[in-house]
């Protein structure tokens, strides 16, 4: 079982960068592919951004590839997402997931993840 415990969201004016954060539990950490995700009101969830276990490979959807990005360390058990250029249709609740390495990675994207955070709140104002 894998614990996953997002942070670093809040209010932030548009234009501005947050770092979110996500740490996972336990001891096999780099045994997992990691991601993002958001959802906002009214709205479906969106993939942003996946990382490989080792961090060999990322991947990000378009609509953030040039402003967002994501990375891990494995000796802290987190991931993290930096956001900059932050706009008001960034606004949303983040979700970071995790999937076993023994799956496709491309599968992560999909959100068929095995592990899912709690989620934490970025709101961006005009």
């Known amino acids: 079982q894998v614990q996953l415990v997002e942070s670093g969201g809040g209010l932030v004016q548009a234009g501005g960068s947050l770092r979110l954060s996500c740490t996972a539990s336990?001891?096999?950490?780099?045994?997992?592919?990691m991601g993002w995700f958001r959802q906002a009101p009214a709205k479906e969830r969106e993939f942003l951004a996946s990382?490989?276990?080792?961090?060999?490979?990322?991947y990000y959807t378009d609509s953030v590839k040039d402003r967002f990005t994501i990375s891990r360390d494995n000796t802290k058990n987190t991931v993290y997402l930096q956001m900059n250029s932050l706009q008001s249709d960034d606004t949303a609740v983040y979700y970071c997931?995790?999937?076993?390495?023994?799956?496709?990675?491309?599968?992560?994207?999909?959100?068929?993840?095995?592990?899912w955070g709690q989620g934490t709140q970025v709101t961006v104002s005009s």
């Open positions: 990382i490989s276990n080792l961090a060999y490979n990322v």
């Open positions: 997931a995790a999937l076993h390495i023994t799956k496709p990675w491309a599968q992560l994207a999909r959100g068929a993840n095995d592990y």
């Open positions: 336990g001891r096999t950490f780099s045994s997992y592919h």
